[in-house]
């Protein structure tokens, strides 16, 4: 049995109408039970529906017949969306982590770089103001250049260090 690609929106879920046509007062469904959904762009107002369905199965009110490489490009559209996305969250959880000053070195301690450290630290080629930080803050953001540049330096992985400050972060004195 061979499939056909479609693009379609969802439909009122009473009457049927495509969501492009009017707002679903019903709530949504399928414009057909016969739809294999791929993704829904959800970047989209209404959110667009990219799938398969048999051949066979007519099209109906809000469904599109597109080719194989349309569809493609559709769910790489919606794939890179939400790689977009991830990063995103990524970047504002790791905004919003700290660290006290006992809480960062107990876990570099914890994990064995704590005297790595203190030895780039004490390197006369490292940056003055990264040592008066590492020296001097009284605490350490997961977002902060200087730590990034270290962890680089330490071949600690952004996963890797994103473990190491939710476990800091239980650290209690």
């Known amino acids: 049995m061979s499939n056909k690609y479609i693009t379609a929106y969802y439909v009122d879920a009473q009457d049927g109408r495509p969501a492009s046509e009017a707002k679903l007062r019903h709530g949504p469904r399928l414009p057909s039970p016969q739809i294999q959904v791929s993704a829904v762009d959800r970047r989209l107002v209404p959110a667009l529906i990219i799938g398969t369905m048999p051949a066979s199965e007519p ?13 493609d490009n559709l769910l790489a559209g919606v794939d890179a969306w939400r790689v977009e996305l991830e990063i995103a969250a990524n970047e504002k959880r790791r905004a919003d982590m700290v660290l006290s000053r006992f809480q960062a070195r107990a876990v570099l301690r914890r994990y064995g770089y704590r005297e790595a450290i203190e030895q780039i630290m004490s390197d006369p080629e490292t940056d ?23 962890a680089v330096a330490l071949g600690i992985t952004d996963e890797d260090l994103d473990a190491m400050f939710e476990e800091a972060a239980g650290i209690e004195v």
């Open 59 to 71: 099209l109906t009110p809000g469904m599109t017949l597109i080719d194989k490489a349309e569809h």
């Open 128 to 150: 003055a103001l990264a040592v008066d930080a590492w020296n001097d803050a009284s605490e350490f953001r997961r977002a902060s250049p200087m730590l990034g540049a270290i």
